[in-house]
């Protein structure tokens, strides 16, 4: 016996709302709170690593020294105090050096680990503005100085440096505004019809070869020969 067919439903499935998420735009805040910034900052102290201690060499010990009596010696003891002397003055001033080559590589150190640091950021930044690279390191130094939560974020970046991808991508797409420029097409043929008509205006009733003259000039030799036209020179 064939099976009969069934009869279709007359409710419509339920259908499925499904519902996109709204993206926010993320904020320097957004940022130093979600990396808790501000408590890292607090936080955070400076702990140089200290070098392991090396076993000392196993050196002959010395003879032991006597230095001349002043009583019984006194040619010799004056001299043996003015060679105490001059052996400080030496060492005082090799300290002294050493001191300062030390404290110059560690400036070199810090400028060319800055230097390094900036250049990132700027290409980071720069990705998206493609602008001169300049003006993009300039943008993010002013940003360091005007804004306090973008100055916590680079001076954490060592203890945080997602917090500063995150920041300075922020800061990227809020330049975007500041560095694109949009010219009116409207405004700019405005202009050149400006400059047309001028250009008919200084030619009028002119002899045929300074008017070829003047049409042919650009927009800024012809500024400069109607300005010298104006003032008699030519």
Do not use: C, H
């Not at 130093?32 to 936080?43: F, L, R, S």
């Not at 991808?165 to 560095?179: C, P, R, Y």
Request: charged share 25%; no cysteine; glycine share 2%.
């Amino acid at each position: 016996m064939a099976d009969l067919p069934q009869e279709q439903s007359q409710t419509p499935a339920p259908t499925e709302t499904v519902t996109t998420p709204v993206e926010t735009t993320q904020t320097l805040a957004d940022v130093a709170k979600k990396y808790n910034v501000d408590q890292q900052v607090q936080n955070f102290t400076a702990s140089p690593q200290q070098p392991q201690s090396q076993p000392a060499p196993n050196y002959p010990a010395a003879p032991p020294f006597t230095p001349p009596d002043p009583v019984t010696s006194p040619e010799q003891w004056n001299q043996y105090q003015a060679g105490l002397l001059m052996q400080n003055q030496s060492l005082q001033g090799n300290l002294r050096e050493l001191t300062q080559t030390v404290q110059a590589i560690r400036q070199e150190a810090t400028q060319a680990r800055l230097d390094s640091e900036v250049n990132k950021a700027v290409v980071r930044v720069n990705d998206k503005l493609k602008v001169d690279p300049l003006y993009a390191e300039i943008a993010l130094e002013k940003r360091y100085r005007d804004d306090p939560i973008f100055k916590r974020i680079w001076d954490n970046r060592q203890v945080n440096p997602k917090a500063l991808e995150e920041a300075l991508d922020v800061v990227s797409n809020e330049l975007q505004g500041v560095f694109s420029v949009r010219q009116d097409p409207q405004l700019t043929e405005n202009i050149r019809a400006a400059k047309q008509s001028q250009k008919t205006m200084a030619t009028t009733a002119k002899s045929s070869s300074e008017s070829e003259e003047a049409m042919g000039k650009s927009d800024g030799d012809f500024d400069r020969w109607w300005n010298q036209r104006k003032r008699g020179l030519i």
